[in-house]
């Protein structure tokens, strides 16, 4: 039997889901399998479990090259998967989506290289 995360993300890459229509899908199904955050835990400006997009910039030259922002379902599948991001780095933006943070999770500065830039919103 496939996985309903599995195959719900499947659908997206086919292009037979947007991410918008995918985001409320992935959003029930995680709900079933996660417990909601505790009102404890610190956030970044909005109560904790508000976020509701991750967005990723990358400049490259002093120029963007990619400004992109997907649900926040989505991209909790997707993380796993970005090209060039180390394990830590990965530990560290599921360690803030876990804790529903929101506001830059990771900032990658080359000078006038460029950079790379994560955000929780």
């Not at 060039?84 to 080359?110: C, F, H, N, S, Y």
């Amino acid at each position: 039997m496939t996985d309903p995360l599995d195959e719900v993300l499947r659908l997206v890459a086919s292009g037979h889901l947007s991410a918008d229509e995918a985001a409320p899908i992935l959003d029930a199904l995680q709900t079933d399998s996660q417990a909601e955050p505790s009102a404890a835990e610190p956030t970044f400006g909005r109560a904790p479990g508000t976020a509701r997009a991750i967005r990723i910039e990358v400049s490259e030259g002093g120029t963007r090259i990619v400004n992109l922002r997907v649900p926040l379902a989505l991209g909790r599948m997707a993380i796993d998967h970005v090209p060039g991001l180390a394990p830590d780095m990965v530990a560290r933006i599921r360690e803030a989506l876990d804790q529903g943070l929101t506001g830059p999770v990771l900032v990658v500065d080359e000078g006038q290289a460029g950079g790379v830039r994560i955000v929780i919103e």
